[in-house]
């Protein structure tokens, strides 16, 4: 064990320094540097992260000198969704122009550069960010295996409101420690949107009822329970609105406020990325992972391979409600966000499918979807500025969004492209290399 | 020059590997010309180009002596060529009027046609006898009939150009007559056809020409009337093939697989696909199940590997009762199972080819410690395979299933069930879509297997590898035992007239 971990360090030590000087960085230096050293170190954080990417592909250059782009899934993958958002986002000026068409070229730039305006501005995106991200990994982990997963709405409320009800009710958690209030809370929410999203895992499985048809029902089913539940346990009538949760039971911040300061960022968006690791790992790593693909694969093959392919299904769907669960739970988790008890599905279960599409239904893909996504949405905020009314902003949001989507048609125009361009080096080697014999 | 098709000089690369290198084939009009190689020597590939599906890099084509470009399948129908693939493109769900059709539709105020489409194809199916029930769903036919399919809806468009990639290989022989009289009608007609098969016997048969490619390269065209099959076999492999296999007696042991009073019940015919079957297999030796194709074969493997569930009758494994146990129960038992239909149970097409062979065995502590998968044991695993069973393809153990040849993955799927090495084989037709050499050194394998006291079932369509390779020989007909035969003492014909139903030992 020992020698494994000494092993590890070996191998990568250099990724585990730069690990620890994010660490240090993040948590724990904001609360010790005075304010006006932030941006400062902001940069410095950057500076971190992007180097050691771009140590890291160098290394890969250097340990694969015959690399071809043409030959790499994730790279072509990655273009085609580059080139997607682009078209996407000229999608987007279109609408502008229609619109409004004096201000849309401003209009554009402005929603691109949405996310980047200012430190406060890259904190909400992340913030907004957060549960987009959860619901896209919901969506994507059940579509790898096989699943569309139509339900993260109704599993998101779920978690949301069993999160809050403990947020509400069980403060005694708080006086015993306030770090297990909210742990508590987060986690009751993710076992409720287990639970929503086993059920129609159950019935496929074992009534064979297509997954689509009972998820979308099972929203409705949450939508009005959620209106229920709330009225009956955790109403505040003179706002209309669920009690507030007491303050243990809000998710903490972690100094993430001090590095973004005034921004409603907090731990959420680590909590995604531990979700992102462990849907990654899962997936590429573990045996469960390489069962639950080969059943959204082929599913034949992997009932002759002795897979059982009804318990795998009812799991993936337990996995996939409960993540979905947790972005409900770390939306109302915070203090000055309310459940309300109004008949209308939480959206974010839904751009959640988008962001899988997106994401091209890979973990790390979502994240970076979900970033762009919280980008937009601030981008969208600062539109307002502008002469764009609110629903029209949404509107251009959605077209960028769905149109971006669309980058896994994109894909074969990419290898195509790349491809044309390596043959054309190719030849020109070839011909510089004849000359060059001529000369002599 | 009456040259109707010519490729010159085609060059096609996939990522690690040149498919096509340089390759020029000339069809001339009237003629069937054969597309010989190994497998993986790049013949789908060069009609893939033909067909428009893939872009060359490098050469030219010419039809009717006029250069084109043919960027897509449509380009290739507008130039009358039509081609029958390799693995069908049949849209399951569809009716086979439905499929014919697809892509070519006539429609009226945007309503479709159907009438006359129908019409057509009748006149076609009785005009070459294709015989088809239009209105039938797709996957409710057999493959022999999804072929039919797919020749007339080449016929359908007009094809002049007929490319045939392995035709036979999911036939029953009398099917292959069938298609060999059709495809030489067709030529003598005026059509001009490509024939991809690794059946010597039927490029004698049929062809005029005969063109030989070898890992992506042209080696020549022959005459097929002035070239023997062993000079072409030669030609293809590079070497000499011995089409003889030598093999000693079985010493059979003790009996490994009982199977009793089967019955396998099919509940959209309502009547029964296996008939109160029984036999045994023991160690070291080779039990062959001959038959036509649909008379029961089929279910009476699923049964006993537990895809399906029988109605009646017990199957017994080393004395222990498995009819009820769960596939992974019977997996680890001692069952190995080379399916019929590699896509459809032997491969998952999207993933590479070293996970593929670790399919039943992901779980055992050879490929994974506490969840999770020993990457550096799988790939050894796939790299020890690849050298072993010779499976070709551009990256090695990181190629995805998809993208391999027809006969590599087949290849690949043989090792994987070979090499998990259990006390029964069940092999279907395990080398379907194989070229000579492949088929000589699988058969090795399977009398290697016997003598090391393996109890081998054997599924073959092909009466030459029963005969060739098994112990005793068991016949179905409707999913009945017609009688059992020692290979030594009954003759081809005979067997055939058993297997047509003409005869029934008591
Ligand atoms: N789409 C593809 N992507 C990557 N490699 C491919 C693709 N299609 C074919 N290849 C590779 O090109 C080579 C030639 O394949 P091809 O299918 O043409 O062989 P083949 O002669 O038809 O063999 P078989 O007799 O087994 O069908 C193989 O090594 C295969 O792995
Ligand atoms: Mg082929």
């Not at chain 1, 078209?87 to 409004?100: H, P, S, T």
């Not at chain 1, 549960?131 to 982990?141: E, M, N």
């Not at chain 2, 590939?45 to 050469?59: A, D, I, N, R």
């Not at chain 2, 017609?482 to 014909?493: A, I, L, M, Q, R």
Request: with cysteine; charged share 20%; hydrophobic share 45%.
């Amino acid at each position: 064990m020992l020698a494994k971990l000494r092993l590890l360090t070996q191998k990568n030590l250099i990724g585990l320094i730069t690990s620890f000087i994010l660490f240090i960085s993040i948590f724990i230096l904001p609360g010790l540097l005075p304010a006006a050293l932030i941006p400062a170190l902001l940069g410095f954080i950057g500076l971190i992260g992007f180097g050691y990417l771009g140590y890291k592909t160098y290394l890969f250059l250097k340990e694969n000198p015959e690399f071809k782009p043409s030959e790499s899934t994730t790279l072509i993958k990655v273009s085609g969704s580059v080139i997607a958002i682009i078209a996407g986002l000229l999608f987007g000026l279109l609408m502008m122009l229609i619109v409004n068409p004096g201000q849309a070229f401003q209009g554009i730039v402005t929603i691109v550069s949405g996310g980047f305006r200012s430190i406060q501005a890259m904190g909400n995106m992340i913030y907004f960010s957060v549960p987009i991200i959860l619901t896209g990994l919901s969506v994507a982990f059940a579509f790898r295996t096989g699943l569309f997963n139509i339900g993260a709405t109704g599993q998101l409320t779920m978690g949301a409101f069993t999160a809050v009800f403990i947020g509400v009710r069980w403060g005694v958690l708080g006086e015993v420690s306030p770090t297990l209030h909210w742990i508590v809370a987060l986690l009751g929410g993710a076992v409720a949107g287990a639970i929503w999203g086993a059920i129609p895992g159950l019935l496929k499985a074992y009534r064979n009822v297509h997954e689509v048809v009972a998820t979308i029902m099972l929203n409705y089913v949450a939508m009005y329970l959620n209106t229920l539940l709330i009225t009956n346990y955790i109403y505040n009538s003179d706002y209309a609105r669920a009690m507030d949760i007491k303050t243990t039971a809000a998710t903490p911040k972690w100094n993430l406020d001090l590095l973004f300061p005034r921004s409603s960022i907090g731990a959420g968006i680590v909590i995604a990325l531990i979700v992102v690791i462990i849907l990654h790992i899962i997936l590429n790593k573990t045996t469960f992972g390489y069962e639950l693909k080969s059943v959204g694969f082929n599913r034949d093959a992997s009932k002759y391979a002795g897979m059982n392919s009804k318990r795998n299904l009812v799991y993936s769907m337990l996995i996939s409600g409960a993540v979905a669960g947790l972005a409900g739970a770390l939306m109302f988790l915070n203090l000055g966000k309310h459940l309300k008890p109004v008949n209308v599905l939480i959206p974010e279960g839904f751009t959640g499918i988008a962001i899988a599409l997106l994401g091209l239904t890979s973990p790390i893909g979502v994240l970076l979807a979900g970033l762009f996504y919280g980008s937009l949405q601030q981008g969208g905020y600062f539109l307002q500025l502008l002469d764009y009314k609110p629903e029209i902003i949404d509107i251009i949001i959605a077209v960028i969004i769905y149109a971006s989507a669309l980058g896994l048609f994109l894909q074969k125009f990419v290898i195509n492209t790349l491809k044309a361009r390596e043959m054309q080096l190719e030849r020109s080697k070839q011909n510089e290399a004849l000359e060059g014999s001529d000369d002599e | 020059m009456d040259y109707i098709i010519e490729m010159l000089n085609i060059t096609k690369e996939f990522p690690g590997i040149k498919a096509n290198d340089d390759v020029t084939l000339q069809l001339k009009k009237g003629e069937i010309h054969a597309l010989l190689g190994e497998n993986g020597a790049g013949k789908s590939t060069l009609m893939s180009v033909l067909f428009g599906l893939y872009q060359p890099e490098k050469g030219e084509i010419k039809v009717r002596g006029k250069k084109v470009q043919i960027d897509s399948p449509n380009d290739a129908n507008e130039l009358g060529i039509g081609m029958v693939h390799q693995h069908f493109k049949l849209v399951h769900n569809f009716t086979v009027a439905e499929n014919i059709i697809l892509g070519f539709e006539d429609t009226t105020y945007g309503f479709l046609e159907f009438d006359e489409p129908i019409q057509k194809i009748k006149e076609l199916s009785n005009q070459y006898s294709l015989k088809v029930d239009v209105n039938s769903l797709i996957s409710n036919i057999s493959v022999g009939q999804q072929q039919r399919v797919e020749i007339l809806k080449m016929l359908y468009r007009d094809a002049e150009i007929l490319i045939f990639d392995e035709p036979t290989a999911v036939l029953t022989p009398q099917e292959i007559e069938e298609i060999m009289g059709i495809m030489k009608e067709l030529a003598a007609e005026g059509k001009s056809i490509v024939l991809i098969t690794h059946k010597l016997k039927e490029i004698k048969q049929v062809a005029d020409r005969c063109s030989v490619l070898r890992k992506g390269k042209y080696i020549g065209t022959v005459d097929v009337a002035d070239t023997s099959v062993e000079k072409m076999a030669e030609m293809m492999v590079g070497r000499e093939v011995s089409f003889e296999i030598d093999k000693e007696a079985a010493t059979p042991k003790e009996t490994v697989l009982q199977v009793k009073n089967l019955s396998v019940f099919n509940e959209l015919l309502q009547k029964d696909d296996v008939t109160d079957i029984s036999f045994e297999v023991k160690k070291g030796e080779i039990l062959c199940i001959g038959g036509i194709e649909g008379n029961g074969q089929t279910q009476l493997v699923e049964a006993i590997t537990g895809l399906i569930e029988p109605s009646n009758g017990e199957i017994i494994l080393n004395g222990e009762d498995i009819t009820h146990n769960s596939i992974r129960k019977r997996n680890i038992a001692g069952v190995s199972h080379i399916p019929e239909d590699r896509h459809k149970y032997g491969l998952v097409l999207d993933y590479s080819l070293e996970k593929n062979l670790i399919f039943q065995t992901y779980f055992t502590p050879k490929f994974q410690k506490n969840g999770f998968l020993k990457f550096d044991a799988i790939r050894d695993n796939a790299k020890r395979l690849i050298k072993q069973f010779d499976i070709r393809s551009g990256k090695g153990a990181t190629t995805m299933a998809r993208s391999m040849s027809g006969g590599n993955q087949q290849k690949a799927i043989v090792a994987r069930e070979i090499d998990r090495d259990t006390e029964l084989l069940i092999a279907v037709q395990p080398t379907r879509g194989l070229d000579v050499g492949a088929i000589e050194y699988i058969h090795k394998q399977l009398i290697e297997q016997r003598d090391n006291d393996k109890a081998i079932l054997l599924i073959s369509l092909e009466l030459e590898e029963v005969m060739n390779l098994s112990d005793r020989i068991i016949v179905m007909y409707e999913g009945e035992n017609v009688g059992e035969f020692d290979p030594e003492k009954v003759t081809e014909n005979e067997l055939g007239l058993y297997m047509a139903g003409s005869k029934k030992k008591e």
